[in-house]
C-alpha cells in the first residue's frame, strides 16, 4: 500500500515522501496518528508540490545553516557543572545542558534530542565532542568543555 508522509517518520521516510508499507501499518498505525495520507492522485500531486515548495525553502535555510555551522566548529562550548575536589561532576553533563550552552553563546535554538553525545557519560571535567543534527543534510560536530562553576 502506497502512502504520502506527512511528517518524518524514522526508519521510513522524510515528509512528502511517498512510501510502500503494509497495509496494516498504514491503517492501525500511519493513517490514525496523522503521519500519513493514502496515495491518491489527488494526494500525490499535492505531495509533489509541498517537496518543491519545501524544497527552494531548503535552498535559503542552508545557506543561512552554514553561518552557524562555521561558528560552531571554530569556538569552544563551554558549559559549567558543580564539582567536587577531585574534579568529578555531581551528576552528570546532559544534552540539556548543552542545548541550553549552545541557545546561550550562540543565540541558536537547538532541540536537545537532535543532539549526541559521542561519549558515553560525561563526569568529570575536560574536552568533549557531540554532534548535533541542525538539518537533516547538516550535521556538525562541536567541541565543549566542561568547567568547574
Do not use: C
Not at 562555521?70 to 548543552?98: E, R
Not at 567541541?143 to 568547574?148: P, R
Request: no cysteine.
Amino acid at each position: 500500500m502506497d502512502v504520502v508522509l506527512l511528517q518524518d517518520v524514522d526508519k521510513l521516510g522524510a515528509q512528502h515522501q511517498i512510501v510502500k508499507v503494509k497495509p496494516g501499518y498504514a491503517r492501525n498505525y500511519l493513517i490514525p496518528k496523522g503521519m500519513a495520507l493514502l496515495a491518491t492522485d489527488g494526494n500525490k500531486k499535492m505531495a509533489n508540490e509541498r517537496e518543491k515548495q519545501q524544497s527552494r525553502r531548503d535552498e535559503k535555510i542552508l545557506s543561512q545553516l552554514q553561518t552557524i555551522v562555521d561558528q560552531l566548529k571554530k569556538n569552544v562550548l563551554k558549559i559549567g557543572a558543580k564539582t567536587g575536589t577531585s574534579g568529578k561532576i555531581f551528576g552528570s553533563v546532559t544534552t540539556l545542558q548543552l542545548a541550553d550552552a549552545i541557545k546561550k553563546q550562540f543565540s541558536v535554538n537547538v532541540d536537545r534530542k537532535k543532539i549526541t553525545l559521542l561519549e558515553d557519560e560525561i563526569k568529570t571535567l575536560g574536552t568533549y565532542k557531540a554532534l548535533v543534527d541542525l538539518h537533516k543534510d547538516v550535521k556538525v560536530e562541536i567541541d565543549f568543555e566542561v568547567v568547574a562553576e
